[in-house]
């Protein structure tokens, strides 16, 4: 099994959902997130002051599933968050040992 956790544009939250569902993923994790990396933020004035907003607010979409759906998960996820403009977001894929539905006690792919 694997995860992935994708940081992407807010805006972009819909189209990547759409996407993992399409190809069979039923289920994510969602997160509000602050951040930055080459964007570095930006300058803005509030009450006459200047000051930087250096965490921009992104999404952290987290999802685990099975080694053969990773390419199609990260490939969708890529075309759905792409705007091709810096700050577009990253995507992390690392391996899981094991994961367990607490519910039901199943556990590996079928707790996924």
Known sequence: MKKIEAIIKPFKLDEVKEA????GIKGITVTEAKGFGRQKGH????????????????????????DNLLERAVEAIQQAAHT??????????????????IRTGESGSDAV
């Open 43 to 66: 300058t803005e004035l509030y009450r006459g002051a200047e000051y930087v907003v250096d965490f921009l607010p992104k999404v952290k979409v987290e999802v685990v599933l099975d």
């Open 84 to 101: 091709g403009r810096i700050g577009d977001g990253k995507i992390f894929v690392s391996s899981i040992d094991e994961a367990i539905r």
């Open 20 to 23: 993992l569902h399409e190809i």
